[in-house]
């Protein structure tokens, strides 16, 4: 993915650290996590997109872990391909191949170390656009939590998703509120979903995640059938009530 465009100034002053979840937390959400490979059914193409710039850095490690086991429960179901999208520094954004076995995405993303940079959510819309034009994208994750770039150009984009049938499921870490209102609009054009990554709610997370699995694969109607509580709020955003 080239970028015609200069480097943009890095950020400054990163994010102080924050507590993360405990022990109990992460352990519900493994083993939400896990049910990804009985409830997922049909076929589908995932895009998980990552903010890896350094204000995420304090709750890299967490994101990792909580990301990872979700790849190894969608690997496992056979149904769903799934490819992975980072960026940082200053212009870096690579992706991987779509895949249904996900090991190598998830040591690919443990891996990854965060560095200073400007957000490039841009190339990341634009990418999503590229690979549905070739072959159907269900649905696009996007894990972040800043915005720096031009909305105007931001929500173009996401409109387009719209329209070509790619919800942008994107989940806030953080309260940056310039950053709350970009990804709201981005999943309201896109007709997709806006939620908060709260790392002290991570069983909440997995059955949210859980979900965009379910329906990248079936649509609001496996959502339906599978009916569980995030299903339910799921169907509610992506109805238009829950953003």
């Not at 056979?78 to 040591?107: M, P």
């Amino acid at each position: 993915m080239s970028d015609k465009k200069q480097p943009v100034p890095a950020r400054a002053n990163p994010a102080p650290v924050k507590p993360q979840s405990n022990a109990g937390e992460i352990e519900a959400f493994l083993r939400q996590a896990r049910t990804l490979a009985a409830s997922a059914t049909g076929s589908g193409r995932l895009i998980l997109s990552l903010d890896a710039t350094m204000s995420r850095q304090p709750t890299w490690d967490l994101a990792c872990e909580l990301q990872g086991q979700m790849f190894d429960a969608v690997g496992k179901a056979g149904t769903l391909s799934v490819q992975l999208i980072y960026f940082r520094g200053l212009g870096e954004c690579r992706s991987s191949a779509f895949v249904t076995d996900t090991n190598a995405l998830k040591q690919l993303m443990t891996r990854i170390e965060c560095r200073s940079g400007h957000t490039q959510i841009g190339k990341v819309l634009a990418h999503a656009l590229k690979q549905t034009a070739t072959a159907k994208v269900n649905a696009l994750v996007y894990i972040g939590d800043a915005m720096e770039e031009n909305i105007d150009d931001l929500v173009e984009k996401a409109g387009s998703l719209g329209l070509h049938g790619v919800p942008v499921f994107v989940f806030q870490e953080g309260h940056d509120s310039g950053a709350e209102k970009a990804f709201k609009e981005i999943a309201r054009l896109s007709k997709g979903a806006w939620f908060r990554f709260d790392r002290r709610a991570a069983a909440t997370l997995a059955g949210l995640l859980s979900a965009v699995a379910v329906f990248a694969t079936g649509g609001l109607k496996a959502l339906e059938a599978r009916g569980r509580p995030e299903d339910r709020l799921m169907i509610e955003h992506l109805r238009g009530s829950g953003n």
